[in-house]
């Protein structure tokens, strides 16, 4: 795992972060990227690395993007394909988690779809009834009005669903640019996929730059063709 963080930030395991900061002692690449991933926060990747909080504050600004969102841990287990499990907490790749639901972002959820499928298999009685309670205080009621309201999340989850069945996304489609997406659709207009995800003579992938935007008529009048366009192709285009 942590040879691909490596290879992702283009980082050599041997190269040394710290040799230049005063009396700290030398520290790897390897050795400062495993103490990062092993912490749920930068005070516990401290005492590992024998560093103080002002100098391994540096390295991180000197040696890695900035950091928006997420911990350090969940940033680089994600550059390797992976996600912790908050329920078993193991290290699992990212597609054996689900997408959270009702959430704008399309984040993945904490816990993995074995465990998840375990909750079930554990408490059927107790979400039967859950869910009886919440049909019988208007939840089928809510439900439609917030599909109304989001359809453009709805319209993208969708989307993700049958791209997923067929193998179209790959991994490193930008999810929140494809929602973004969805979520600008004009008023008259529906998503389309440029390179359909089923073409007759090649496949597309489910990529934000795979998509563009045509009316009802339209859509349904491409089928899984290629044409019509709304912008060029030559982006697209391999010549040799």
């Known amino acids: 795992m942590i040879d691909k963080i490596l290879s992702a930030l283009q980082l050599e395991p041997a190269v040394i972060i710290k040799k230049k900061y005063g009396k700290n002692p030398e520290v790897s690449a390897y050795k400062f990227i495993e103490a990062l991933v092993t912490s749920n926060n930068v005070y516990e990747a401290v005492p590992k690395l024998g560093l103080s909080r002002?100098?391994?504050?540096?390295?991180?600004?000197?040696?890695?993007?900035p950091l928006e969102g997420k911990t350090?841990?969940?940033?680089?287990?994600?550059?390797?394909?992976?996600?912790?499990?908050?329920?078993?907490?193991?290290?699992?790749?990212?597609d054996e988690f689900s997408f959270r639901a009702h959430n704008k972002s399309l984040q993945k959820g904490g816990d993995c779809r074995d465990c998840r499928k375990k909750y079930r298999e554990e408490n059927k009685e107790h979400l039967k009834d859950l869910k009886s309670k919440w049909l019988d205080n208007g939840g089928r009621q809510l439900n439609l009005d917030n599909q109304r309201?989001?359809?453009d999340i709805v319209y993208s989850r969708n989307a993700q669903y049958?791209?997923?069945?067929?193998?179209?996304?790959?991994?490193?489609?930008?999810?929140?640019?494809?929602?973004?997406?969805?979520r600008n659709c004009p008023v008259g207009y529906e998503v389309d996929h440029i390179f359909p995800l089923q073409g007759e003579l090649l496949c597309g992938l489910h990529t934000h730059d795979n998509l563009q935007y045509l009316t009802v008529a339209a859509n349904r009048s491409k089928g899984n063709k290629i044409y019509p366009l709304t912008h060029d192709l030559k982006p697209y285009i391999i010549t040799t």
Do not use: M
Not at 72 to 94: E, T
């Open 162 to 182: 049958r791209a997923n069945k067929i193998g179209a996304t790959p991994p490193w489609a930008d999810h929140k640019a494809i929602a973004e997406f969805y």
């Open 54 to 65: 002002s100098t391994l504050d540096r390295a991180i600004k000197e040696w890695l993007p």
């Open 72 to 94: 350090w841990s969940v940033y680089l287990k994600s550059l390797a394909g992976l996600k912790s499990c908050s329920s078993c907490k193991q290290d699992k790749p990212l």
């Open 149 to 151: 309201r989001n359809k």
